[in-house]
Nanobody, 124 residues
C-alpha cells in the first residue's frame, strides 16, 4: 500500500521560504514519478513540479520556475519542495503525489496516489 505523508506547511510573509517534505512508503523508493500539486478552494488542481527516474522528467509550472526546487532523497524515501520568494498567490493546499507513469501523473494530472495535503499560506 503506497502511503504519502506531507509536512512542512505553514504561514509566512511574502518573500519568505518554506520547505515541504513528503515521506513515502509502500513501494521501491525512486521507482515512481513523484510530483507536487496544489489546490485553492473553488479552483482546479494545479500541477506544480515533478521529478523521477527513467521516463519521468523534471518539470515546473511556469509560475514557480526559478523560485521552487523539487528534489528527492531515495535513501530517506522522501520528496521535497523548496519554496523561495513566496507570493500570496502561492497560498494553497499542497499535495504530494506518485504514479508509476509520467503520463498519468503529469500529462493527465491524475496520479494514482495522494498524500493528505499540507497548507501553505503567504501573507502580503
Amino acid at each position: 500500500q503506497v502511503q504519502l505523508v506531507e509536512s512542512g506547511g505553514g504561514s509566512v510573509q511574502a518573500g519568505g521560504s518554506l520547505r515541504l517534505s513528503c515521506a513515502a512508503s509502500g513501494y521501491t523508493s525512486g521507482s515512481y514519478c513523484m510530483g507536487w500539486f496544489r489546490q485553492v478552494p473553488g479552483k482546479g488542481r494545479e500541477r506544480v513540479a515533478t521529478i523521477g527516474p527513467n521516463g519521468c522528467r523534471t518539470y515546473y509550472v511556469d509560475s514557480v520556475k526559478g523560485r521552487f526546487t523539487i528534489s528527492q532523497d531515495n535513501a530517506k524515501h522522501t520528496l521535497y519542495l523548496q519554496m523561495n520568494s513566496l507570493k500570496p498567490e502561492d497560498t494553497a493546499m499542497y499535495y504530494c503525489a506518485a504514479d508509476p507513469s509520467f503520463l498519468q501523473l503529469w500529462i493527465k494530472n491524475a496520479p494514482g496516489y495522494w498524500g493528505q495535503g499540507t497548507q501553505v499560506t503567504v501573507s502580503s
